[in-house]
């Protein structure tokens, strides 16, 4: 998986950053599937790219490190998922996201 050209420096500034270019829906692990409470719509690790991602340490306690995947539907929806990296990642999420293709 390889990270995108934008230099975010915290996650606050890379969620930002992601919404000004039309990652607007929100995307929660629910299910074995990815849903969007937004459109009601539940999506399958086949239906979804990832088109970048972003990496973020904390600076004093290692459960603030998470990582923001920038995610595009077959449909064209376009949205957000974060989780945690590391010991602190949830198993799951990151289980569904290794099953997701990578656009580079």
Do not use: W
């Not at 930002?16 to 039309?22: F, S």
């Not at 949205?79 to 990642?89: E, F």
Request: aromatic share 14%; hydrophobic share 35%; charged share 25%.
């Amino acid at each position: 998986m390889s990270a995108s050209p934008y230099n975010y420096r915290n996650l606050l500034e890379a969620v930002n950053g992601l919404r000004e270019r039309g990652f607007n829906y929100d995307f929660k692990y629910e299910d074995s599937c990815l849903f969007c409470d937004k459109i009601s719509e539940k999506f399958q690790a086949s239906d979804l790219k990832i088109t970048e991602y972003y990496r973020f340490e904390g600076m004093s306690d290692p459960e603030d490190s998470s990582v923001i995947y920038a995610i595009e539907s077959n449909q064209g929806h376009k949205g957000i998922i974060i989780d945690a990296y590391g010991a602190y990642s949830d198993e799951h999420i990151a289980a569904f996201i290794s099953n997701i293709e990578v656009i580079d």
